[in-house]
């Protein structure tokens, strides 16, 4: 871990990895210490497992998921205190930084093509949740009756929409510029 760091660097660096340990058979809480401690260094698994008061096999599913993603891996190893080869786990900060800077690009990607396409043209609704939303050429060819209910299609007012999303891609950006900024930083 390079000395350069901050508590706030470290706190994102967390995020970043534990996103990549998401699994529905991993426990939230188990993943969270033990890529705390690996933010620290390279670890023995069950030395993670009896420092975090974990069962070892809990902690390994975690570690498996991280490796499965290529954010984590091991080495055997040797150990005069230990009667049998251990394995020793360190993060890959970079990759995990690099795979999460693409996610978020993506999902930036998307919010801005659904602001310049979907939401840059007059939307009609019928108001029935189940039912799909029309542009106004889609509209006028069925004369604006929801094809799906029969209801009459009204004008939707996409301004909130259009508002939150703007933001959302704000929020996005600022946290694409930190994560560079924390790429930069690991050199
Ligand atoms: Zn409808």
């Known amino acids: 871990m390079p000395e350069v760091l901050n508590d706030e660097d470290i706190k994102l660096l967390k995020r970043v990895v534990l996103r990549f340990a998401d699994s529905p058979n991993v426990d939230p809480?188990?993943?969270?210490?033990?890529?705390?401690?690996?933010?620290?260094?390279?670890?023995?698994?069950?030395?993670?497992a009896a420092e975090i008061n974990a069962d070892p096999r809990d902690v390994r599913k975690v570690l498996y998921r991280l490796n499965e993603n290529a954010i984590a891996t091991f080495r055997k190893e040797i150990r005069d205190e230990y009667q049998y080869p251990v394995?020793?786990?360190?993060?890959?900060?970079?990759?995990?930084?690099?795979?999460?800077?693409?996610?978020?690009?993506?999902?930036?990607?998307?919010?801005?093509?659904?602001?310049?396409?979907?939401?840059n043209h007059p939307v009609f609704h019928c108001g029935n949740e189940e039912c799909p939303?029309?542009?106004?050429?889609?509209?006028?060819?069925?004369?604006?009756?929801?094809?799906?209910?029969?209801?009459?299609?009204h004008e939707?007012?996409?301004?909130?929409?259009?508002?939150?999303?703007?933001?959302?891609?704000?929020?996005?950006?600022?946290?694409?510029?930190?994560?560079?900024?924390?790429?930069?930083?690991?050199?």
Do not use: Q
């Not at 703007?166 to 560079?180: F, H």
């Open 156 to 187: 939707v007012d996409v301004s909130k929409e259009r508002a939150h999303l703007k933001r959302v891609a704000e929020e996005i950006k600022t946290e694409i510029e930190m994560l560079e900024r924390l790429r930069e930083k690991l050199g």
């Open 87 to 119: 394995y020793s786990w360190k993060l890959n900060l970079k990759d995990a930084l690099r795979k999460y800077i693409d996610e978020r690009r993506r999902d930036l990607e998307e919010v801005e093509k659904m602001l310049s396409n979907d939401l």
């Open 29 to 48: 809480d188990v993943a969270e210490k033990t890529v705390e401690i690996l933010l620290h260094g390279e670890a023995i698994d069950e030395e993670i």
């Open 133 to 153: 939303r029309l542009t106004f050429e889609e509209a006028m060819e069925c004369e604006f009756r929801c094809p799906n209910c029969g209801e009459m299609l």
